[in-house]
């Protein structure tokens, strides 16, 4: 493992540097970022950032957006790139298996790997790790490394503040979350400061629907959504038809699972929606229920404890069954 001295001396002259995220990136993957990259180009770094997958169009109008590189789009490019480049930054994600058809290119590539991260149990494919599991989003965790480790406060201008009080605020559900600290509202005070507008980017993130969107959230809380109240649980699911009928783009299901959990007495939400290759699970809870361990032991994923995601080869019926069926296993935690 690198030291933090031999990192930044490694920054201390220009680099080709790839930056990446997960797959599907949401707020917080795309603002971290985004936010890095615009860190970097301010020292003359050949940067550029790799989205493995198209990400919302509610994120594209972060500073930066527009050198973005979507890897399914532009895979030859974006192979040369990370083969190209000396350093690989790994935000938001800590398995290789999180970036699909790149783990393979940058598990294989000599640059020096770089992992900033708040995920359980990273797999050991980086070279230097900044990883706080307490951290409320990895933009928190971008900010303090830029300011605090290779101590250029002076270099968060208004787009990198921008970007990442952008992952910041979606990460943390607005300021909502119990790990949104005195600090990080410290850290998004100087956001503010930096040239970070709160209330315009709120606006571009949450008040900028297609009318679409909207009509498929009222269906889903119209038509889907089921009240197990034995359990204190929330579930809406969603058929591949149903996406199709309100024409459903990448983004447009994001925070739907929150909907459900807002149900007085509810601690545990599920949002559960059949894709082409799969089924996938989006989990929220409240208080101290593991909802991350759900995902972990039965539906091949994880995430944090009130937030979390998995996916399943089965049929969407058998799905719900098999989440139906796993409650009573946690009924004193779900009543208690």
Known sequence: MLDIASLSELLNQPRKIVITTHHKPDGDAMGSSLGLYNYLVQQGHHAIVIAPTDYPEFLWWMPGNEEVIIYTEKTETAARLIAEAEIIFCLDFNHLSRINQMGELVGESSAVKVMIDHHLEPQDFDDYRYWNINACATAQLVYSFIVEELKHPELVNADVATCLYTGIMTDSASFRLPNTTAAVHRIVANLI??????????????????????????????NKLEILREYNTALISVTKEELKKYESNTGDTEGIVNYALSITGIRLAAFIVERTDMVKLSLRSTG??????????????????????????????????QFKQILPEYKTLLIQ
């Open 193 to 222: 400061d930096a040239g970070a507008v709160n209330w315009r980017i709120h606006e571009l993130v949450y008040s900028n629907a297609p009318e679409n969107r909207l009509r498929f959230l009222g269906y889903c809380l119209s």
């Open 288 to 321: 101290e229920f593991p909802a991350n361990e759900i995902c972990k032991r039965y539906f091949n994923g994880g995430g944090h404890r009130n937030a979390a995601g998995g996916q399943s080869g089965r049929s969407l019926e058998e799905t719900i069954q």
